[in-house]
């Protein structure tokens, strides 16, 4: 038999791994057939035993293999066992006891609690995040900051920050100087400020339907109105939908995620992207573009941002840290285009300056490399925990339950019986001390009390397996 031989740049045992996922995926070999033995699997690829286990405790942690005591490796599970993508809920017709915000404010008044299985959330665990390399990089900036970082920081954000955030914008595509970056205090602020610059209140916003519930929070502060536009599972939001309510309404700027989207976890694709841009440039409406999720992604490349192509400075993009690296430190920014002189007034009256001590240590971090070596380790653990969530969920959960199928991102969006408040199905899973987000959250109107977004930032382990299994029988119970 004639030796495979390996080309490319990543490790020996995962381009095998990833060979092999492409033969499940495409089912040539399918789930309970018996893969080579790991001496042949050596023979193969002319590589060592210890590579080849490599390679199978790699596809073994997604999931999509297992091994069987004195037999040994068998093909468990493939993608395509996804159910059903959930569909675009309509307005029910009977009106909520309890309103959204009292909601949020349960599913999260316990937000650090260490003894709840917190499913509910879209974050990174901490074990995910590289905190000892974060501290050296934080001791670096007290030694080297002539006033220890008691001083204020810049206006529009530390220099040396803004080049590196200039540096990140080459990944999609952006041609982005330090001159137009302007640092926030995370992602929300520079959603905030970017709003106030371009509305007033009584304004109409578009935005996506379902979407994070902080966004239309802020909304509600400012004293905005609201369109929500219908969001594919898949494609993002529906651009012939977003152009009829144009011509029907006075828009004044549209604000979304168009990369792995709060809830959905869907991407539009690039020449959606370029086609949103072109419709808001054509009627001169601002683009907040949320973009906090858009290094987080599971296949090879980058996705492109709206901001990717906008030539005339009508796309506010926003982004951050805190969903990919240090939740705490509050680092956020945004580059608003044309409108960068009014935001950084804006921000002058409302917080003047940023944390000094945090975009120093922040500055340094992603200068020396740290933070792509971080991320590439990052998505892969995402991935891999998306898997075993997946499986866990068609293993316990009710066989009609829709699934989304994010290709980045933390979360999941789940479609179940229409009998299922999510909710009240809430309310009983804390008595077992798990917590999930119930549907009704990610809308403004009385949409998705069925639904409910389980976050996967957590890997996997007892007590998330536990979590999903009490959350299935409750949705049985409830079905």
């Known amino acids: 038999m004639q030796k495979n031989k390996l080309t ?10 990833g060979s092999l996922e492409q033969m499940i995926h495409n089912d040539i070999l399918k789930i309970g057939d018996k893969l080579p033995s790991v001496r042949m699997l050596s023979d193969e690829y002319g590589i060592s035993m210890g590579t080849a286990f490599q390679a199978y405790y790699y596809l073994e942690g997604k999931g999509l293999i297992e091994s069987r005591p004195k037999s040994g490796y068998y093909v468990r599970f493939n993608q395509k066992r996804f159910p059903a993508l959930p569909a675009a809920a309509k307005p029910e017709a009977v009106a909520e006891t309890i309103s959204v915000d009292e909601m949020v404010a349960a ?25 000892a390399k974060l501290n ?28 590196q955030v200039a540096r990140m914008a080459f990944n999609w595509g952006g041609k982005v100087n330090a001159n137009e970056v302007v640092i926030t205090a995370g ?27 902080g ?72 683009l907040i573009e949320d973009d906090i999720y858009g290094e987080l992604y599971f296949g090879q490349h980058r996705p492109r941002c709206c901001k990717t192509y906008d030539t005339e ?36 009256r409302h917080t003047i300056s940023g944390v000094t001590l945090t975009q120093h240590t922040m500055a340094h971090f992603l200068g020396i490399g740290r933070f792509d070596y971080h991320l590439k380790k990052l998505r892969s653990a995402l991935h891999t925990q998306q898997l075993r969530y997946v499986q866990g ?16 991102g933390f979360v999941l969006w789940l479609e179940l019986n229409k009998k299922v408040n999510t909710f009240q199905l809430y309310q009983e899973a804390i008595k077992y001390q798990v917590s999930v987000a119930p549907g009704r959250i990610f809308s403004m109107r009385d949409r998705y009390s069925n639904y409910m977004r389980i976050g996967y930032g957590q890997p996997w382990n007892d007590a998330v397996e536990r979590g999903i299994r009490i959350l299935g029988s409750l949705a049985k119970k409830l079905s």
């Not at 490319?8 to 791994?17: E, F, N, P, V």
């Not at 008044?109 to 905190?131: F, G, Q, R, V, W």
């Not at 369109?227 to 594919?232: A, F, G, L, Q, V």
């Not at 580059?335 to 002189?341: A, L, N, S, V």
């Open 215 to 286: 966004i239309f929070q802020v909304m509600q502060s400012l004293g905005l109105h609201v369109i929500e536009i219908p969001t594919d599972a898949v494609t993002g939001i529906d651009l012939n939908y977003l152009e009829q309510a144009i011509k029907q309404s006075n828009i004044k700027a549209c604000v979304f995620v168009p990369s792995f989207n709060n809830p959905l976890g869907c991407c539009m694709p690039d020449e959606n992207k370029k086609a949103l841009v072109e419709l808001i440039t054509k009627h001169r409406i601002p």
């Open 107 to 131: 599913v999260f008044k316990k937000l650090s609690a260490t003894d709840i299985t917190n499913l509910a959330l879209a974050a990174p665990a901490m074990e995910l995040i590289p905190a």
């Open 393 to 408: 969920i068609i293993d316990h959960f009710p066989a009609d339950t829709k699934i989304s199928r994010p290709q980045g």
């Open 187 to 213: 992602c929300m602020e520079a959603l905030s400020l970017s709003l106030q610059t371009v509305t007033r209140p009584g304004d109409t916003v578009a935005i996506e339907s379902p979407t994070f519930f």
């Open 313 to 348: 400075g009508w796309v506010m993009y926003c982004s951050s840290v805190s969903k990919s690296l240090a939740p705490g430190y509050r680092i956020g920014w945004t580059i608003p285009g044309r409108f960068k002189e009014q935001f950084i007034r804006l921000k002058m």
């Open 8 to 17: 490319g740049t990543d490790h020996k045992y995962l381009q095998i791994a």
């Open 136 to 163: 050296k990089s934080l001791v670096h900036a007290f030694r080297h900051s002539a006033s220890s970082c008691l001083n204020y920081e810049d206006v529009q954000g530390n220099l040396e920050l803004r080049k």
